[in-house]
């Protein structure tokens, strides 16, 4: 019964809106570079619009979940010309590692590390439940069912870099990670990277409010955690000016069956028109909807989930009149 929910619900939440909101088309740009490396993110779409004031991401299983009878999450060296250590190139500083429960409720854990050594030299502070805290380099949600607990989101803080997944497929018992996604305001910085300011944390209902340091904020609301879906609505305040893109998926490509992201589709709206690319074979979009996934098992990170960024809105009137809040 659930199996055969996934596919029809996932274009179901890609096409379903609100009567009352207008959606935008949004400007999609190819980024991503040929590699023969899997461990390296060579995949990237910069999604940029001006006066953007909400929009959606979710994370679903590939549409070939039900097919998985191994899942591989084991790193891939194979074709890396830097040997078995990750980005070796990156600065190294150092710090008194730890990890500290932020949160233990009915529904939800949120547990934040910092770690020995990391590429950025600085933590941001966190504020969990009124509770402040100098930061950390990684902060956990994780579902909570009886004694189970299944981690279903991460945030790096230090960089911006988030990732979401689905609950896992019952066959399964758990599922990876692929692709990454940053929000806010895009900087480049050896990488593309979000810098942030401070951040605050509701647990019930679970929210994450971004501050950023360039000005502005962004909350992200989970809105779903489930075995079909993760989704987190996003809305900006003041609403996004247009000079920088908004927000960018991170991916890996390098064979349709050794990808975290291997195909783009995209909506172009209601009723709209419906395409379907290689990452590597479109050089932009614009778009009201676009899902970043799999349609070949990949024998890189299997169970990975597919990533949709949809329900993109014009933010309301007063919101528009504060957007001059954003800085250069």
Known sequence: MRAKRLIPTLFLALLSAPACA????VSIENLSTPTACAEEDNVSFALSGAAVGKFRIQAFHPPYVNAIRTDS???????????????PTDPRHVFVPRTTSLYDGEHIAIVGITFASFWRPHRVPVTVAGRPDAGFHLIQVFQKSGRTRTEVLVLYPADG?????PLPARHLGINVYGSSFLLGPIEQEGRPVVNIARIEIEPAPLSVRLHFTRGGQATLTVTEISDIRTALDVQFLPAYDGKRPFAMLRSMYVADDNADASETTWWTGPPGEVRRKSVMAVASMHATAVRFGRTVQSHHNTSAPDLIFDAFEAPAAETLRRTDEWLD
């Open 161 to 165: 870099y988030w990732r979401a997944k």
């Open 73 to 87: 999450s084991a790193p891939d060296f194979s074709g890396c010309n830097f040997g078995p250590a990750s980005h």
């Open 22 to 25: 207008e959606r935008l088309a």
